[in-house]
């Protein structure tokens, strides 16, 4: 069983908390208000999970999950972070973060550039090409023959090992898809981002929240991850 502290409880943090404590983990929970504005999750997430500070769920646990806009990740726990290993969720939209010109210029992937923010952390990337409402509703377990992929990135064998390990336990077959340097193959507007689960890309496009995924088997998605094209990250809009 992995404990493991979440950083972020909204879409990406709360539902893999739910998907967590579903599987046996022992989980706590932080955001940005304080531990006393998650009871009601907590109690809806039921005796595997708890609410903390976000220092306490930074160092609570084998894994932390980082589930908070790219911006917050300046103002996070460096010393309880350093040394762990870090599963990031995160993704780079300018009209959210403010404009990055390490990311603009292609110079670093945006795992690479929170490496650069969390020096000591051991990140992984993972979870940030699928949007929120298709995790729950793509999840099946071990051995189903309509499960999906999840693509790891990392420099760490040892720490994509311990989030392949999470996310089996969450429903989907991990897909080591190489070091950080190559995770701009599934960041925004990359030939492997969200609209890959989709049921119906043409409708997803025009209302991705009505759309209910569809599974995408571990082959499949390593495919689409080796034939990726980056994106224009200087252009992107949103
Ligand atoms: N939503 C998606 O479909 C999706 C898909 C793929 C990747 N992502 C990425 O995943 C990350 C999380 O997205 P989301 O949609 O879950 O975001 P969200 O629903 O807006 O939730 C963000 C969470 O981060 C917390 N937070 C913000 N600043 C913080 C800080 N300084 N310290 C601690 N907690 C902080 C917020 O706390 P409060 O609740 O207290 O405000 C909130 O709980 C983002 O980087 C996003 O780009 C999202």
Avoid: C
Wanted: glycine share 12%; hydrophobic share 40%.
């Amino acid at each position: 069983m992995t404990r493991m502290g979440i950083i972020g409880s909204g879409s990406i943090g709360s539902g893999l908390a739910r998907l967590g404590v579903a599987a046996g983990s022992e989980v706590m929970i932080a955001n940005s208000r304080g531990p006393e504005t998650l009871a009601e999750l907590v109690a809806e997430l039921g005796s595997g999970a708890q609410a903390g500070t976000v220092e306490e769920a930074a160092g609570f646990g084998d894994l932390t999950i980082l589930a908070v806009p790219l911006s917050a990740y300046g103002s996070l726990p460096l010393e309880a972070l350093s040394g762990r290993t870090v599963l990031s969720t995160g993704n780079y939209y300018p009209s959210r973060d403010g404009r990055i010109a390490e990311l603009d210029s292609l110079d670093l992937t945006t795992a690479e550039y929170e490496t650069k923010l969390l020096p000591g952390a051991v990140i992984v990337k993972a979870f940030n090409n699928i949007v929120a409402h298709h995790i729950p509703s793509l999840t099946r377990p071990a051995g189903a023959g309509d499960r999906s992929g999840m693509a790891i990135f990392g420099d760490s064998d040892e720490a994509k090992a311990l989030v392949a390990g999470v996310v089996g336990s969450v429903g989907f077959d991990p897909v080591d898809a190489g070091p950080l340097a190559e995770s701009w193959r599934t960041e925004p507007e990359s030939g492997a981002y969200t609209l890959i689960y989709a049921a119906d890309p043409e409708s997803f496009l025009s209302n991705f929240s009505a759309d209910m995924g569809a599974p995408l088997p571990a082959p499949r998605l390593d495919d689409l991850v080796t034939s990726s094209s980056r994106a224009a990250v200087a252009e992107r809009e949103f």
